[in-house]
């Protein structure tokens, strides 16, 4: 068993916790004594933060639409047919057709690079996320 | 844009030492509870609490004083606030000359306040609003906190300036435990909106009109960029001239967190190609052409920034399950078959970039970060220490700038075809459009239905019980849900949260949102009232 510090991935306090992993699952969350937010305190969300992580739902395959219904497919062929898709509509129909939503729960380097991705490889500043919802 | 950044003045940790928290529109015991704590800490240490909110939240049956304002009246009350501080010449006169612009106009529109006029237009009475004033006003160290209940409205924009103004009129910004704190509702709010993930800026918040800052950036990427600002979430998801062909969604549920549902899943599923990445089959990747399974924050590594502009560092605790790929991963592959290789090794090259490009992240190289606990912005560099409160000696603009604000209606007022005022929020089991918490046995077991808050005289009028179920209209569509009977709400205000993809209240919602900041007016919103068999 080993205990690996990270963030909450809820609210905007930014809590540091320990996510509790035996045998590559995670089985627990706890609150740091230390960190300088959440200083031995958790909400319910931070002490459960974790039970979503090893859900049965959880996205196993690429999907993609094949007559009408998502099917499984490999990595390259979902990235295949994004790529494809996606130039032929700039193409078409230039690239302000192309809209972007980058994330409030990704990382500060994901939402870096999609920004980065729509500005300066589609050509658009069509690019947000849910900040005002 | 009044004081020049928009991200939180303090620290969190600076909360408990205030001598006044004034909190609006936030329910914090249940949204920030780390920020409902130190306000209780506060509140121990002898400070007084005032709670702006329609609603009687868990915060505002413990507040000294609770304006329980109609939706939507914030500037008319906090105009009376600052007429009534003119009045007993509670200005912050030295604080005003040396630091603001724009006083006398401000001042101006403050003599035509009539203090009892605009106590009945928000429905308290004006000896509450004066005494909140003078509470404000008095203490050395007052604080805001305010989050989507003040910017969710058509007047958003002016109803922050609005407050920017109450504390600058008082001098209470720029010090340690004194200032104004917008709450941030998901781990990385603040770090998307940094990270420049917005249509007319650039990482830092710098103009994608400005040339200059184009330049720089074109330089380190290469190619031309574009410079006319691009569409925001709304004008993509409401489209007016299907102008939107495709779309690339990271991590996001339009199709339950976006206002008047009908047509944004119309507008996703009428797209020519839709491709989602998220963990989940969400009710958005359900009418995409390609889903992408990404991982969760246990399993990549990288930085999110906090609400007190804390930038801290993930750390991979498990694998990725299944075959799940990081959205850097996914971009970067994107990327490359577009002809654009970004080869980065690891999120911290990726930071590397971002530290060389961006000033207000200048220092946040992740070694740094885990040798401590994060680092606040601005950070100019390896040296710079982190700041722990903003807008010490000068705003980010230069001086503050008063902007007076006129009351504005909202959209949709209560009558006789739609006679009660939906508001919308969140409750303390779940999270946003609820694809996590939901998934949670605990969330659920606590928290497993989607209930709506109506007042007693309101359940009685519609013969009503606990638990049963109702069902609300709206002009725009229509939505289900189990009534639970309690006093948090006013007579004629009904409470409906939107985590439950069974009960998707933002087919009810109105669209139109801020000029400025494009917040949908989520907080009102005329509905009608139906009883309905189980």
């Known amino acids: 068993m080993r205990d690996v510090m990270t963030i909450c991935c809820y609210c905007g306090c930014g809590c540091g916790l320990y996510l509790r992993v035996v045998n590559g699952r995670v089985v627990g969350s706890a609150p740091s004594r230390n960190h300088p937010v959440s200083k031995n305190n958790l909400c319910v969300k931070g002490w459960h933060a974790h039970e979503h992580i090893h859900s049965p739902q959880r996205l196993t395959s690429p999907l993609v639409r094949k007559d009408g219904r998502l099917v499984p497919a490999s990595w390259d062929e979902a990235l295949d047919r994004t790529a494809t898709a996606l130039k032929r509509i700039k193409d078409r129909y230039g690239p302000d057709a192309i809209g972007l939503l980058a994330s409030a729960k990704c990382t500060n380097e994901e939402n870096y690079l999609l920004q980065k991705f729509a500005r300066a490889v589609i050509g658009t500043n069509n690019i947000d996320h849910c900040a005002r919802l | ?534």
């Open chain 2, 1 to 534: 844009m009044t004081f020049g950044s928009g991200a939180m003045t303090n620290s969190i940790a600076e909360i408990e030492h205030a001598q006044v928290v004034l909190v609006s529109g936030s329910n914090t015991t249940e949204t920030h509870p780390q920020i409902a704590r130190r306000i209780y800490d506060a509140v121990d240490n002898g400070a007084k609490l005032i709670v702006i909110d329609p609603r009687r939240t868990q915060i505002a049956r413990h507040a000294h004083l609770h304006l329980q304002i109609r939706p939507g009246t914030d500037i008319p009350l906090l105009n009376a606030m600052m007429r009534s501080i003119l009045d007993e010449n509670l200005v912050d006169d030295l604080f005003i000359e040396m630091r603001t612009e724009n006083y006398f106009a401000m001042r101006d529109k403050l003599y035509q306040v009539d203090i009892s006029q605009a106590a009945t237009i928000c429905g308290v009475d004006a000896d509450s609003i004066r005494l909140a004033a003078r509470m404000y006003a008095r203490a050395q160290r007052s604080v805001i906190c305010y989050c989507l209940g003040v910017t969710q409205h058509v007047c958003g924009t002016d109803n922050v300036r609005s407050y920017a103004n109450l504390a600058m009129l008082t001098g209470h910004v720029e010090q340690e435990f004194t200032g104004v704190d917008p709450l941030r509702g998901q781990n990385n709010v603040q770090g998307a909106c940094d990270m420049g993930a917005l249509p007319a800026v650039l990482p830092g918040y710098m103009p994608v009109a400005d040339e200059t800052a184009r330049t720089k950036f074109q330089r380190a990427w290469g190619g031309k960029l574009p410079e006319k600002p691009g569409m925001t979430v709304l004008e993509m998801t409401h489209p007016a001239d299907g102008k939107v062909k495709a779309m690339y969604i990271m991590g996001e549920n339009p199709a339950v967190s976006d206002p008047d549902l009908s047509r944004v899943r119309h507008s996703l599923d009428h797209l020519e190609f839709l491709a989602v990445a998220d963990i989940f089959l969400t009710d958005t990747a359900r009418l995409a052409d390609v889903v992408f399974p990404a991982v969760t924050f246990a399993e990549k590594t990288g930085t999110i920034t906090s609400s007190e502009r804390r930038v801290q560092l993930l750390h991979k605790a498990i694998e990725p399950v299944a075959s799940a790929w990081p959205d850097d991963r996914i971009i970067m592959e994107l990327s490359r078959r577009l002809g654009y290789p970004m080869d980065y090794e690891s999120p911290a090259e990726i930071m590397e970039e971002i530290c060389m490009l961006t000033p207000i992240y200048g220092g946040m190289y992740h070694d740094r970060l885990d040798a401590e606990w994060g680092v606040q912005w601005p950070c100019a560099g390896r040296e710079h220490g982190s700041t722990q409160f903003l807008h010490k000696f000068s705003f980010a603009r230069g001086r503050g700038w008063f902007e007076p604000a006129e009351h504005q209606a909202p959209v949709e007022s209560a009558d006789a075809d739609f006679p009660y005022i939906l508001v919308t929020g969140r409750v303390y089991h779940h999270f946003h459009t609820g694809t996590m918490t939901r998934r949670s046995q605990l969330h659920n077991r606590e928290y497993s239905q989607s209930l709506i808050e109506i007042h007693p005289e309101d359940a009685e009028k519609l013969s009503v019980a606990e638990g049963e179920h109702v069902r609300l209209t709206s002009r725009r569509g229509d939505c289900a849900f189990i009534v639970t009977i309690t006093d948090r709400v006013s007579p004629g205000h009904v409470f409906a949260n939107f985590h439950f993809t069974e009960a998707p209240v933002n087919f009810l919602t109105v669209k139109q949102s801020d000029p400025v900041a494009k917040c949908p007016e989520y907080k009102v919103c005329a509905v009608r009232i139906e009883k309905v068999a189980a």
